[in-house]
T-cell receptor
C-alpha cells in the first residue's frame, strides 16, 4: 500500500515479556518518528530517525525502550521487560524530508499494546 | 517548552450545526500549526495546516487561522456532518522539533 504500515495492530503481553513493534514507512521517506499515545491523550514523541541515523531519542521513557532503523527504511521499536504503564497505542509516522522541513507527517494506524 | 492546550470534550452537536474547537499554544519560536483528525481505530490524518501568522488553513469545509497575537489556532466548520465525528488534535512544530500535540477533543455529531 501507499501508506505507513504498522504491525501487529494489537499486541497483548504479560508483564516482564519483551515486545517488538514494526513500522514500514512510505517508500522514499527520509524521516521516521515514533509516538506513544496513552488512552484519552495526545501522541507524545518518543524518537526520530533521519534515514538510518537516530537523531533524537529524548522521548524514550526508560532504557527498556529501544528503536532501530538499520537500513533507513523499516523500523522496529522494542520494549524490554514490559510494565503495565507501557500499555498504550504506539504510532509511527514518516515524512518526505528531514525534521526541519514543513513536510507533513503521515501516520500509520498504530499498534495497541496491552500489558497484563 | 512548547505546549498546546485544547478545549475539553466531548463536543456534542446536531448535524448542520456550527463547530468551533479552541486551541491555544505556547512556543519559543515561530511554529507551524496543524490540525489532525483521528477516526476510531485509525491513525492520525492531517486535516489542515498554517505555517505563519495570519495564514488560514482549510480542507473539507474546516478552517483555522493562525493568530499570533492571541497564540491561537481555533478549528471551525460551518455545518458539521455525522461523518465528522472523530477526535481532533491541535499540534505545533517549532523549527527542528517534532510535533507537539494537545490532548485531543472528541466531536460527536448526531443526525
Amino acid at each position: 500500500g501507499a501508506g505507513v504500515s504498522q504491525s501487529p495492530r494489537y499486541k497483548v503481553a504479560k508483564r516482564g515479556q519483551d515486545v517488538a513493534l514494526r513500522c514500514d514507512p512510505i517508500s522514499g521517506h527520509v524521516s521516521l518518528f515514533w509516538y506513544q499515545q496513552a488512552l484519552g491523550q495526545g501522541p507524545e514523541f518518543l524518537t526520530y530517525f533521519q534515514n538510518e541515523a537516530q537523531l533524537d531519542k529524548s522521548g524514550l521513557p526508560s532504557d527498556r525502550f529501544f528503536a532501530e532503523r538499520p537500513e533507513g527504511s523499516v523500523s522496529t521499536l522494542k520494549i524490554q521487560r514490559t510494565q503495565q504503564e507501557d500499555s498504550a497505542v504506539y504510532l509511527c509516522a514518516s515524512s518526505l524530508e528531514g525534521v526541519a522541513s514543513n513536510q507533513p507527517q503521515h501516520f500509520g494506524d498504530g499498534t495497541r499494546l496491552s500489558i497484563l | 517548552g512548547d505546549s498546546v492546550t485544547q478545549m475539553e470534550g466531548p463536543v456534542t452537536l446536531s448535524e448542520e450545526a456550527f463547530l468551533t474547537i479552541n486551541c491555544t499554544y505556547t512556543a519559543t519560536g515561530y511554529p507551524s500549526l496543524f490540525w489532525y483528525v483521528q477516526y476510531p481505530g485509525e491513525g492520525l490524518q492531517l486535516l489542515l495546516k498554517a505555517t505563519k501568522a495570519d495564514d488560514k488553513g482549510s480542507n473539507k469545509g474546516f478552517e483555522a487561522t493562525y493568530r499570533k497575537e492571541t497564540t491561537s489556532f481555533h478549528l471551525e466548520k460551518g455545518s458539521v456532518q455525522v461523518s465528522d465525528s472523530a477526535v481532533y488534535f491541535c499540534a505545533l512544530k517549532d523549527g527542528y522539533s517534532t510535533l507537539t500535540f494537545g490532548k485531543g477533543t472528541m466531536l460527536l455529531v448526531s443526525p
